[in-house]
């Protein structure tokens, strides 16, 4: 979730005038909207300070508010789940209401959450998950496009939270309709949370309006909930020494976690104060004016990474925030780590900055981004789209894709940088399997002394396609993000196709003969366990390889079709007429 998706856009890094301007906006539109008198003026010295909006500082403040009111959850009594129910409702609707104003945003969450539960409680079938997806999605677009053609720094937005709703009542709907499934015919982590009976409206309200993840994630599914709820989710496996168990307070289960939230907190604090420090130094507005150009390229390209960097400061400072106080109510509990034997607080972790920033390939990037987002796609339709007994394939690749953009919204940025990725897989998938075995014993796990050379080429490359990649997903629109790639000579766009030009000439056929000389008798790595990998955010691990599979599905297709007599075409307008006379039974006027 970005800020600007639900507040207004960032202004820190702006002129003293736009500053200005946005705080002006920003403080006589929330003072105006909120339900509570005075309650921007804290922060209205700290706006005029420091260039943000009092919506963002009020969002921050909304984090480390959740801190002592997950404290409080906490300690509300285990055997009186309604009490902390009632507690989490109205939390949610002092932020919502009290702190912003944002009457809009009950209703859009009403209307959201409403309409799912109905469809879910009431839609039997195999449809059912995907009515609800398509009503999910329909009415967030319909938000997303909202924000977009309006684009009024004033206006306080409410889909990054819905977006992140999105993904908890999406899956609400799978996990109810594997509920209404024989047990036996669903896959282990479908049985873990599918929902056998449909909850009370108390219960799902407090899973929807979840106050520490409320904004800004992180999601979770309704099981998880409901055993945090009824306190079973901290119950010990059987394996387990009870005396080793975590500490906890008094008599309650959950355990200890305020050693744990607070090293988030402080994580966080200091990845958001990089931000409002880094934010003033790397702007979008500059890279878009004629004097970056006066830099030389290598400058050129650290400051785009380094913009991307900064982008990347504020999430890593919101999730460590959001989770930081998931993680002190317990809902971030995940068990006894078997090598330690204290309890592990990682269910809800949705970054890893040190493996991101420090990654070798695209897999590792993507991978410690967004992690439930991964998730999600991966569990409600990335394998959801796929018949069962079927491995998944092309379509499920493509519908996986689609999900993830249009989950993040319609700006033309979103779309540049998600296509390039998923080229940019393709790209890492054949160095991979093409370029680093020579860098392995033949027993492709003990590395060279050469290795640590290929690492750092590796790490470099990555980090240098990725900081060109990402730079539209800052920018957003389609002419300047043209415009910045222009003025670094599109040298990622460039790579990219030379190396598969490269990997589709001879040369391929040369190093596999070389690999093959050199490795032989060792096993050879198989495409199930290069290709056949699930995407991450959405974007294909093999490109190449799902284009075939479409191909050949539709060779198929037309190959069935002609032995059944069929000719592969679409019908003229009188063909379709005359089919629709003979189902009704009567001619059309």
């Not at 009415?139 to 496009?145: D, G, Q």
């Not at 049985?191 to 108390?202: C, F, K, Q, T, V």
């Not at 975590?246 to 994580?267: L, M, Y």
């Not at 040369?510 to 199930?528: A, C, E, G, W």
């Amino acid at each position: 979730m970005d800020l600007s998706e639900w507040t207004c856009p960032n202004a820190f890094g702006r002129s003293d005038a736009t500053r200005q301007k946005a705080y002006y906006y920003t403080y006589g539109t929330s003072l105006a909207k909120s339900m509570l008198p005075y309650i921007n003026a804290p922060f209205e010295p700290v706006a005029r300070a420091t260039g943000a909006s009092v919506d963002e500082l009020k969002l921050i403040a909304s984090f480390l508010l959740s801190y002592p009111l997950a404290a409080v959850l906490k300690r509300l009594p285990d055997t009186k789940p309604w009490q902390k129910n009632v507690f989490i409702i109205a939390v949610s609707l002092f932020y919502l209401v009290g702190l912003f104003g944002l009457w809009d945003g009950v209703r859009t969450i009403l209307y959201s959450a409403g309409g799912t539960y109905a469809i879910a409680y009431y839609i039997d079938g195999s449809f059912m998950p995907w009515i609800g997806f398509v009503f999910l999605m329909g009415h967030m677009s319909i938000n997303h496009l909202e924000r977009q053609f309006t684009n009024n720094p004033s206006r306080v937005d409410i889909t990054g939270a819905q977006m992140v709703m999105l993904m908890k009542l999406s899956a609400f709907c799978w996990n109810v309709h594997d509920g209404r499934l024989k047990q036996e015919s669903l896959t282990e982590h479908q049985r873990d949370r599918a929902i056998i009976e449909m909850p009370n409206l108390l219960d799902y309200a407090a899973y929807v309006l979840f106050f520490p993840s409320l904004f800004a994630g992180p999601a979770f599914d309704f099981n998880d909930f409901k055993k945090w709820l009824e306190t079973s989710m901290f119950d010990l496996p059987p394996d387990v020494d009870p005396a080793k168990a975590p500490p906890t307070r008094k008599k309650r289960r959950i355990p200890r976690s305020g050693k744990p939230a607070a090293w988030k907190a402080v994580f966080g604090l200091a990845w958001i104060v990089l931000f409002i420090k880094f934010s003033s130094w790397y702007t979008v507005p500059f890279v878009l004016a004629d004097d970056y150009v006066q830099y030389s390229f290598i400058r050129r390209v650290w400051y785009i990474y380094m913009l991307a960097f900064t982008a990347r400061l504020k999430y890593y400072g919101v999730w460590a925030l959001t989770e930081g106080a998931c993680i002190l109510s317990g809902m971030g509990y995940n068990g006894i780590d078997p090598k330690t034997g204290k309890a592990k607080w990682n269910r809800l972790e949705n970054v890893d900055p040190y493996h991101l920033e420090t990654a070798q390939n695209s897999r590792a990037y993507l991978d410690s981004w967004n992690k439930n987002t991964n998730a999600w796609l991966r569990n409600y339709v990335y394998l959801r789209v796929t018949p069962k007994g079927k491995k998944p394939g092309f379509r499920a690749s493509l519908a996986t894709f689609a999900t993830s953009a249009f989950w993040h919204g319609f700006y033309p940025g979103y779309y540049l940088a998600f296509i390039l990725a998923a080229f940019i897989q393709t790209v890492a998938k054949n160095f991979r399997r093409y370029v680093r075995p020579f860098f392995l014993s033949p027993d492709g796990k003990t590395p060279t002394q050469n290795k640590k050379y290929y690492d750092f080429l590796s790490f470099l490359a990555t980090q240098l396609a990725f900081c060109f990649t990402v730079a539209p997903f800052v920018i957003l629109g389609f002419s300047d993000s043209i415009k910045l790639w222009s003025r670094v000579y599109f040298y990622c766009i460039i790579g990219v196709a030379a190396t598969m030009w490269f990997f589709a000439s001879p040369a391929k056929q040369y190093l596999i003969k070389q690999i093959n000389k050199r490795n032989h008798p060792q096993v050879q790595r198989t495409d199930s366990q290069e290709t056949l990998g699930q995407p991450t955010l959405g974007l294909p691990s093999d490109p190449g390889r799902d284009i075939d599979e479409a191909l050949k599905e539709i060779r198929a297709e037309v190959e069935t079709r002609r032995r059944r007599g069929s000719r592969v075409s679409m019908p003229t307008g009188q063909e379709l007429k005359a089919a629709v006379e003979d189902k009704l039974g009567r001619k059309l006027g």
